[in-house]
């Protein structure tokens, strides 16, 4: 598994590089300084694993997360306790204290051979195994996209709705929708974007549109114009 660790202390990096070399499982495949380097360094080098600090100059960690488009996983390694609430809040993989005990890191790393496998390589879009990071306010969450059940427009904001979870993000639909894979989500009308497998019932509507009952009891609405290839990606 490739790992990134980004921090703004060498000291801290170097101390980390180190205790890793006792897991064989783990490649450090590059280090950042702070979150400008390493959004560059997970453009260029797609780790799997970020051992990543909160405070750094700059954007802090969680910044870094909500501008990634598609998160990897995380373990938290700081010297400040007082986030460790947020960070389980966001399903971090782990979270460390500094200094690190090794036996306390060996846990951690022990945790990445209980995960999914996934499947590497780029993509045009992203898939509904992929997680993705959203922060509205303090609160943050890494979510699989399979749990989204709608996307809804407001105003230049996107709310996502996942289990009894609406934050708000500020993000375009229509640029959100390009990211998408289209097989899984589905552009019901201007201002609403469903996930498919989340469809429970569908219903004639005014004018050849149709009523999509989610299996949540959400309705909504599919434009007329969007009605025939909902059809046919439904198999109706």
């Known amino acids: 598994m490739k790992a990134l660790i980004i921090d703004d202390e060498r000291l801290a990096r170097n101390e980390l590089t180190r205790l890793l ?18 959004e560059k360094q997970i453009a260029e080098l797609h780790p799997d694993l970020l051992f990543l600090d909160i405070n750094m100059p700059g954007r802090d960690g969680f910044q870094l997360l909500e501008a990634l488009e598609l998160a990897p996983h995380v373990i938290f390694v700081t010297a400040y306790d007082e986030h460790a609430v947020q960070a389980f809040e966001v399903n971090a993989l782990d979270y460390l204290l500094k200094p ?9 790393v022990d945790k990445l051979s209980r995960l999914p496998k996934e499947v590497k390589g780029t993509r045009d879009s992203l898939m509904a195994e992929d997680r993705i990071f959203i922060k509205d306010g303090e609160k943050c969450w890494f979510v699989a996209l399979k749990d989204v ?19 708000l993000v500020l993000r375009s639909l229509n640029n959100l929708e390009k990211k998408l894979d289209p097989h899984v989500f589905f552009r019901a009308n201007r201002k609403q974007i469903i ?13 050849g549109g149709l009523n999509c009952m989610l299996s949540t009891g959400e309705t909504i609405e599919v434009s007329r114009r969007q009605a025939l290839r909902f059809k046919e990606l439904m198999s109706l």
């Open 21 to 38: 070399q006792e897991h064989p499982g783990i490649e450090v495949v590059g280090e950042a300084a702070n979150a400008d380097e390493a």
């Open 100 to 108: 690190i005990d090794p036996e306390r890191l060996g846990m951690a």
């Open 149 to 167: 059940r709608l996307f809804e427009s407001e105003g230049n904001y996107v709310r996502v709705r996942f289990g009894d979870s609406k934050p």
């Open 195 to 207: 996930n498919l497998a989340w469809v429970g019932k569908i219903e004639p509507w005014f004018s």
